[in-house]
T-cell receptor, first 114, second 111 residues
Framework: EAGVTQFPSHSVIEKGQTVTLRCDPISGHDNLYWYRRVMGKEIKFLLHFVKESKQDESGMPNNRFLAERTGGTYSTLKVQPAELEDSGVYFC????????????FGPGTRLTVT | GQNIDQPTEMTATEGAIVQINCTYQTSGFNGLFWYQQHAGEAPTFLSYNVLDGLEEKGRFSSFLSRSKGYSYLLLKELQMKDSASYLCAGDFSSNDYKLSFGAGTTVTVRA
């Protein structure tokens, strides 16, 4: 069984540009989470999808961030326009169904905004 | 936040035992997770405690005291491959296992 995959693994962009991160969860997993770790800080929750619906987006920092999950499969996280403080590692995680507590994490996308 | 606190670093010798403590605010608490993360890799699930007590899984054990807001991860018979960051995370959400992480404890195993 393939694990959670994320693309790209690294992205370097200039302030003001747009970047789109992609996450492919484990096949059949209804729950998809986005987390972020900025330099020197703990991993923080961004949002949670159940299938194609946003269950909880309380962690999204501002309206420059837009997350989508087309057809309840893969998800994208767009940052537009990117700011310096958006630099960090963005993790995606998935879990199987409602009530499933074990989240499987992807390797993350390292975003650097210069 | 939920004030997840854990030590920054710990060092131990191969074959020894290390205990990583984690404290958290008890308000709204549902359960406690431990994840292992090797440098540059994905965090991987180690354990989930909901009830008080010790849960053992091979060389790794996790303990929870809900009333004290305290957990620990016990790593026995340390191996070099156990050198990693260990993340304590609490679930304080109503229904979706939204994890609140501590900053992580970097464990270095020496030969």
């Amino acid at each position: 069984e393939a694990g959670v995959t994320q693309f790209p693994s690294h992205s370097v962009i200039e302030k003001g540009q747009t970047v789109t991160l992609r996450c492919d969860p484990i096949s059949g997993h209804d729950n998809l989470y986005w987390y972020r770790r900025v330099m020197g800080k703990e991993i923080k929750f961004l949002l949670h999808f159940v299938k194609e619906s946003k269950q909880d987006e309380s962690g999204m920092p501002n309206n420059r961030f837009l997350a989508e999950r087309t057809g309840g499969t893969y998800s994208t996280l767009k940052v537009q326009p990117a700011e310096l403080e958006d630099s960090g590692v963005y993790f995606c995680a998935s879990s199987q169904e409602t009530g499933a507590y074990e989240q499987y994490f992807g390797p993350g996308t390292r975003l650097t905004v210069t | 936040g939920q004030n997840i606190d854990q030590p920054t670093e710990m060092t131990a010798t191969e074959g020894a035992i290390v205990q990583i403590n984690c404290t958290y605010q008890t308000s709204g608490f549902n359960g406690l997770f431990w994840y292992q993360q090797h440098a540059g890799e994905a965090p991987t699930f180690l354990s989930y405690n909901v009830l008080d007590g010790l849960e053992e899984k091979g060389r790794f054990s996790s303990f929870l005291s809900r009333s004290k807001g305290y957990s620990y991860l016990l790593l026995k018979e340390l191996q070099m491959k156990d050198s990693a960051s260990y993340l304590c995370a609490g679930d304080f959400s109503s229904n979706d296992y939204k994890l609140s992480f501590g900053a992580g404890t970097t464990v270095t195993v020496r030969a």
